[in-house]
Nanobody
Framework: QVQLVESGGGLVQPGSSPRLSCAAS????????MGWFRQAPGKQRELVAT???????NYADSVKGRFTISRPNAANTVYLQMNSLEPEDTAVYYC???????????WGKGTLVTVSS
């Protein structure tokens, strides 16, 4: 069982650049793929960004060029650097891990990011 704990959310100003962090409870193996999803009020959960071992990344079109996902080489930790935040980025952000081939099978509880002046 893998537990994921997110941190770094809160109330932020439009245009700001906060960073979200997520740490997994296991160090016995390297999680193949980690990612960030978000769910805005009244909307479905959507992919934000993913990163696999070796570094390939994938981003939602809405965050390309503004958000950067990263992982330290030797840790089951993932970061999401968010730049130029907009009110439309307001959502609960979830960290996720994929140890299967097809789907993300571990999820954090989420951290709320509210973008407002």
């Amino acid at each position: 069982q893998v537990q994921l704990v997110e941190s770094g959310g809160g109330l932020v100003q439009p245009g700001s650049s906060p960073r979200l962090s997520c740490a997994a409870s296991t160090t016995s193996f390297r999680i193949p793929t980690m990612g960030w999803f978000r769910q805005a009020p009244g909307k479905q959960r959507e992919l934000v960004a993913t990163i696999t071992n070796g570094g390939p990344t994938n981003y939602a079109d809405s965050v390309k060029g503004r958000f950067t996902i990263s992982r330290p080489n030797a840790a089951n930790t993932v970061y999401l650097q968010m730049n130029s935040l907009e009110p439309e980025d307001t959502a609960v952000y979830y960290c996720a891990a994929k140890t299967t081939i097809t789907y993300f099978n571990y999820w954090g509880k989420g951290t709320l990011v509210t973008v407002s002046s």
